[in-house]
């Protein structure tokens, strides 16, 4: 019930409301008179005290039901000398969109009530604007940096920061304007090296030893219990380690081989994504999406160019539209294919679960080549439409012949084939059920999303919470498990790929109907330039909720800020609280069945 009218009677005449953002919102202004409208042109939400952050969040989580703590954003507002953050809140049992809370509190001295004690959720992302911004959250039980090194100088998401190879604000930068003499700003560097140092600085070799507090933060002594006595042993899983899907690493601390306490840690992969956008124009940021889940690359276009369409106040033609859900969906099943294969070569099925898959896969990645050039990072999405239509041919077989046969034939036939070797398996079975359990509860407070919230009984699905594009008018069921383990997220990603193609049939006929139609509202632009204002764009992504906040002057070409909330990143947060009292072997097994992207996580 996204958009539908409330009555709430004030005296004797009724106020409607026409959503439950909007209600709640007022219930806010009532309780906590110094609530304030950000009055900013095409701005939306509240701005609320540093002091009432925590009563605001606490009445508005119990008593109005906005229990979703979903995005949490860092920004500067250097020319105020304010720093901001921006928290957008959903209620998962109303759907709809965000109650929007905003926190400004003075650029010199930046600390804001931290919101981990009512959601857990927080933790990752406060750490990140601590990190890239420098402020501080009072009260977050682990205020460290999260992607860049304990030791890095300053805050390289303020706009003042500058990074040794600097060359100009924004993008087209001069030196490389057609014509011109090109100079690299490597050439500018004293050393040639992407590098600065601090002022002052001189190495004493202590620096190498930055990482002590975090060992003592999962250092557990000796058990004073009777009995066999053993060691507890802090070791690392990662990061260049087969299981830990890319350049990641678990600080783990095991009572034999028990897990005891666990801590996340990222960043080897981190090339300041944000950064790079809000140098870059709008349209150049589109192949930068593509390396975020580099699994899903479609999916990413489609919630960055939902978000810049707002801001330009555009929408896509239908043919488009459907072209855009047919890619999406596609994208959904080559996800879950490579995300169950290596959930089940994690568990010890070396390979082989995933080669009955594999075909399949690489026909979808054939049809992505041949409609936008590239299999993986497909850049394809435009500001109003598509790069391309759909070709006329794929494997020499007409398009639509080829699609009819992948959606109704092939696809089916995989799958039927894969669940007999797996799903009922006895040893899959017993490696996955019971195994890295989270509940409904624990889920929604550390804003875990897609499969890993769905497989806790939750059924929350953005498509349907808050439909975009054309999913208002499909017919698909949402895929909720209700045990909360390995097991149930392996059932919704195959259940997933079901409701995919399910979806996809109800597409063709429309793609049929289009033929011939435009792709594109109006001529491509390569140099927009947008209304101005803030938007946040979400999509449900094969991961969960991939959102985008993005803000922009009136007129600008280049993104004031330009935010990713990753699911890959933020699901990692419940990871030591489905891991503890767990094994070794399961922890690999626990890690693959939350389906992360490095690319995604560190951005």
């Given at each position: ?65 906005f229990n979703y703590l979903s995005s ?26 965000p109650v929007v809370l905003k926190v ?442 991939l959102g985008y906040y993005v803000t ?52």
């Open positions: 019930m996204s958009e539908t009218e409330m009555v709430m009677e004030a005296g004797d005449a009724p106020v409607v409301y026409a959503s439950p953002p909007e209600e709640a919102l007022a219930d806010l202004k009532e309780r906590f008179p110094d609530i304030r409208d950000d009055d900013r042109p095409d701005y939306s939400g509240v701005i609320v005290e540093a002091d009432q952050l925590l009563a605001v969040a606490m009445a508005l989580r119990e008593e109005l039901g949490v954003t860092g920004v500067d507002l250097i020319k105020d000398n304010k720093l901001e953050v921006v928290y957008h809140v959903y209620s998962i049992e109303k759907g709809g969109g400004q509190i003075d650029r010199d001295n930046p600390v804001v009530p931290s919101l981990t004690p009512y959601w857990p959720g927080a933790d990752f992302q406060e750490r990140e604007i601590w990190d890239l911004f420098g402020i501080k959250f009072d009260g977050h039980p682990d205020l460290r940096r999260i992607l860049m090194w304990e030791e890095f100088q300053g805050f390289p998401m303020r706009k003042d920061w500058r990074e040794a190879f600097y060359e100009e604000d924004n993008k087209p930068f001069g030196s490389r304007w057609p014509g011109g003499d090109v100079i690299r700003a490597e050439e500018l560097n004293r050393y040639g090296k992407n590098v600065t140092y601090p002022d002052g600085w001189i190495p004493t070799g202590e620096e190498y030893e930055v990482e002590t507090d975090m060992y003592g933060e999962v250092a557990v002594q000796r058990d004073e219990t009777p009995g066999l006595k053993t060691d507890k042993v802090t070791v690392n899983m990662g990061p260049q380690h087969p299981s830990t899907h890319g350049v990641f690493r678990m600080v783990v601390t095991l009572d034999g081989e028990t897990i005891v306490a666990l801590k996340p840690v990222m960043g080897y992969l981190h090339r300041n994504h944000e950064k790079i956008g809000e140098r870059n124009t709008f349209i150049q940021n589109i192949p930068y999406t593509d390396r975020l889940d580099y699994l899903s690359s479609m999916s990413n276009n489609h919630g960055y160019v939902l978000a810049v369409e707002k801001l330009l106040d555009i929408e896509p033609p239908e043919r488009a539209e459907w072209i855009r859900i047919l890619m999406v969906e596609l994208t959904r099943i080559v996800n879950h294919a490579w995300a169950l294969g290596f959930l089940l070569n994690d568990i010890g099925a070396l390979q082989t679960p995933m080669l009955y898959l594999y075909i399949e896969r690489e026909l979808i990645l054939d049809f992505f080549e041949a409609a936008a050039g590239s299999r993986m990072m497909c850049n394809y999405m435009r500001f109003g439409g598509l790069a391309f239509d759909l070709p006329e041919r794929v494997r020499e077989q007409p398009t639509m012949a080829y699609l009819n046969e992948l959606v109704y034939e092939r696809l089916p036939t995989a799958m039927a084939e894969f669940e007999r070797l797996i799903t009922g398996n006895e040893i899959a079975k017993a490696r996955m059920q019971g195994v890295g359990y989270l509940s409904a509860e624990d889920a929604i407070a550390y804003s875990a999303a897609g499969p890993l919230l769905r497989a806790s009984g939750v059924a929350y699905d953005v498509r349907r919470a808050q439909p975009y594009s054309y999913y208002d008018q499909l017919d698909f069921n949402v895929a909720v498990r209700y045990n909360g383990d390995i097991y149930d997220r392996y059932l919704v990603r195959v259940d997933e790929i079901y409701e995919s193609i399910k979806i996809i049939k109800q597409v063709l006929p429309h793609l049929e109907a289009t033929e011939g139609q435009p792709i594109m509202t109006g001529k491509p632009q390569y140099a927009v330039r947008v209304n101005g204002g803030e938007v946040y764009s979400r999509v449900e992504n094969p991961k969960g909720e922009a002057q009136r007129r600008a070409s280049n993104p004031d800020r330009y935010h990713i909330r990753a699911p890959s990143f933020i699901n990692l947060t419940a990871m030591e609280k489905m891991s503890i009292g767990h094994k070794v072997a399961d922890l690999v097994a626990i890690l693959g069945s939350i389906d992360i992207v490095l690319g995604e996580v560190d951005r």
